[in-house]
């Protein structure tokens, strides 16, 4: 009889820049997460409403269109639809004050930055 295999991670990535989204959307993959994609606020709280259980990790852009990321992540966590949250953003040099916690990673951001920030995320530290 073999050990059950692990769940594969899901991350969501919401991110109002398509080239970017897909380009972190991809490196993510490789690096073996289940990654959904929303284009905004409104559209990753659709989706992780839509989900069975809650996203091991959300990753969103905090300056989005229809729903900020900042109230996307509060929304979130307080409905139990996701377990860690992670904030990316650009062109912005002072980020206001987030509500819930979690890492603020800016802009220009490598996909090795980012698969960095999930891995610490999903253990806990």
């Known amino acids: 009889m073999s050990a ?3 769940a594969t991670p899901l991350v969501l990535l919401a ?4 080239d970017l ?3 972190l959307a991809r490196a993510l993959r490789e690096d073996g997460y289940a990654v959904l994609t929303a284009r905004d606020g409104a559209d990753a709280l ?4 839509s989900l069975v259980s809650p996203a091991d990790v959300l990753v969103t852009d905090v300056a989005m269109p229809r729903l900020r990321g900042d109230r996307l992540a509060l929304l979130a966590l307080a409905r139990g639809l996701t377990r860690h ?3 990316i953003t650009g062109g912005v040099v002072q980020v206001p004050h987030l509500p819930v916690p979690g890492p603020i990673l800016h802009k220009p951001l490598s996909p090795a930055t980012l698969s960095e ?3 610490t995320a999903l253990r806990g530290t």
């Open 117 to 119: 920030a999930v891995a």
């Open 15 to 18: 991110e109002d820049d398509p």
């Open 46 to 49: 659709t989706v992780l409403e």
């Open 21 to 23: 989204c897909s380009l």
């Open 4 to 6: 059950p295999q692990p």
């Open 85 to 87: 949250v992670l904030f």
